[in-house]
């Protein structure tokens, strides 16, 4: 115990004072360093001061770093942008080069001696501080590294573009003919190997590819797995997952394999082409999974009309269908016109038109561009908007204050500050002489001025009349104009469908009759402006014709009536639906039921809610589920699902419990709910996936691709699939 006490005493008689030093910033911004009790043993004289390691510091004087020692001496004046840590009695210390941007790497003893001076621009150290990766540029775009020691001896020359390691132990270089070579740690080579790409060595293993893809090697140069993976993750310090790549394939929509390919990342690019990825470029295949030779881009865009945009360097080119580079990636900007094939290309200020063939038509001298459909191009020259045609020349002599892009060959342009519209050869359709102008259509444009509005006929250059409001009514043939606060019809080249006298009017009804509004009266109108029932006091709201019966409301109550105002049926209901095959919904003490023109009740208000009935189905729900029943009120299928969606195949899609299926527009169940999506597609086939796979339906439901892919992909008239295998799980020892 004695011992103990004494050794201790010992020790921390001889532990210096300066031990527990510690860096402290003074009022006058400066640092020194401090005791325990915060007196300053050595004085605030730095701009920055670091922790003592190892008995020295670092500290800043005038920008540059330097070292001192326990006692504030300079071991090291300062002269250094950087001194890195100390490690093993060595840092790595860096200057910045005159012009700013560029680092130069050397190394600095402990002692002050500079053990070789700043010239490497890439320099990191093993964690002994023996070997150094260092690395100096040949020009912009090409680094050389290598290996050197504390003696700035080349272990391994720098004459390689890539340096990988294991922990320092063992070294791999990538030459200027991408292969590898390994190095011991005292530069001896121990193989050769043609991998594409190595990673660091992490425990002793490191992951390379091949042009067949990833596997694992050893320091030794043998493989712990062959190259023919899509990708490898490590799990743990020696198991790893290994990812096969996915089975991709195109097949029509019978399942026939048009091709299979291994390459990543397919993508359906339009013209029966298929982009591909590979070491980080982009590629093309044809439509029999050939690749087109010589394509080798960062990026290549969908086709259209026969011509792409692709990208390499951040600057773009042109590609056609065949291949071949129509105008070389050399450019800041390009703009296809899908129509006329014209190329718009833009390099530094400088802007040409050129044809699908490669060749340069014409230069613009203009300051910006604008490519428009079938050609044209709206140009601007300091403050002035011109129309040029197809060949780079003028379509007119006026200079505009502005040109808006082409709708339907017309746009709105200005001039003086007023508004009117022209046509692709600049001839003015609308007069200039409006405060600002909306296209409608291809035949129709409101002038706005003086806060007064009036509807234009393009074509005909005259003014219909004034109006307030114009707006879409019931689809792209017809809209709802304002005129003195009443309302009308117009169709879509501007003639008069229902005069502008009513409140107001709704959309048309299922024979083509719009119900309007005056004042008190309502009545309905037909498409062609005809009066089919006349306006009438006394209802309080009413639905269209259908099946030539009104539903009106009268004291709250609903009923309908015929032509002639007879009523047919007694306003009794709290609300009903238009007739549809023969049946009309009522509600009656909150449940819904359906009766006939005779007013008999075919079937008993029992629902919750009903839809009208389509090909002698109605799908209805009862207790919060949905089904459908036929025109007795028998279910067709049970009231059991959780919502219904319609298709516009008038198909639904059922579900339950969030698993989706298919029901037939007469009410038939074809898919039971067992599906996560099902997903109609434009030419009626179905998209569905079930329990993570994807497969295709056609209209009647058949399966024509396998519900088996990972992905599926429309791509013209076939589709991209592919299967991802399950991971392989593999331990190392």
Sequence with gaps: MNFISLFFLGFFSFTPIYAALQPKQAPSGLFGYADEKGKFIIEPVFEKALPFENKVARVVQKNRWGVIDEKGKFIFKPQFA?????????????????GGGNWMYGLLENTGKILFSPQYQYMTADYQHQLFIAGNRLDAQNVRFGVINRKNTAVIPLRFKEIRHTRYRTFAGKDDKNEWYFFDTEGKNVFRSKTQVISDFDENLAFVKTSSGWGIMLPNGKFATDTVFQKIKTISANRFDLFAFPQTQVIDNQNKTIFKTRLADITYLGENLFRFSEDGKSGLLDLKGK???????????????????????????????????????????????????????????????????????????????????????????????FLLDRQGKPAGAIAYQNIQNFENQHAIARLQNLAGVIDTKAKWLIEPIYDSIRLINSHLAVGFSEKKSVLLSILSKK???????????????????????????????????????YDELQIFGKDSICTVWQGDKKGLISLKGTTVFPLTIGFEDMQTLQEERIAVKINGKWGFIDLNAGLRIAHRYEAVQPFSEGLAAFKLKSKWGFLNLKEEIVIQPQFEA????????????????????????????????????????????????????????????????????????PNGNLLIKRNGKIGLLNAKGNETIPVMYDLLTLAGNYCLVSVQPPPMSITLK
């Design 82 to 98: 950087d001194i890195q840590n100390f490690n093993n009695g060595t840092a790595i210390v860096a200057n910045e080069l005159t």
């Design 463 to 501: 003014i219909a009349y004034k109006i307030e409001k114009i707006e879409s009514f019931s689809g792209e043939n017809f809209y709802k104009v304002t005129v003195s606060g009443k309302k009308g019809i117009i169709s879509k080249t501007g003639q008069n469908v229902i005069a502008t006298e």
């Design 610 to 681: 009903v839809c009208d009935f389509e090909k002698n189905r109605a799908c209805v729900r009862k207790s919060g589920k949905w089904g459908f029943i036929d025109k007795n009120g028998k279910l067709l299928l049970p009231t059991q699902f959780d919502k219904l969606t319609l298709l516009p195949s008038c198909k639904f899609i059922s579900e339950i419990n969030g698993k989706k299926g298919l029901i037939s527009p007469e009410g038939r169940e074809m898919l039971h709910p067992s599906s996560e999506e099902i997903r109609e597609l």
């Design 291 to 385: 690749q087109i030779p010589k394509i080798a881009f960062d990026e290549i865009n969908h086709f259209k009309n026969g011509l792409a945009v692709v990208k390499n360097a951040g600057l773009y080119g042109v590609l056609n269908t065949k291949g071949k580079t129509i105008f070389p990636a050399k450019y800041n900007l390009i703009a296809i016109d899908s129509i006329s094939g014209l190329v718009l290309l833009q390099q530094s200020k400088r802007w040409q038109v050129g044809d699908r063939t490669g060749k340069v038509l014409t230069e613009i001298p203009y300051e910006e561009i604008r490519l428009q459909p079938y050609g044209m191009m709206i140009v601007r020259r300091g403050k002035q908007w």
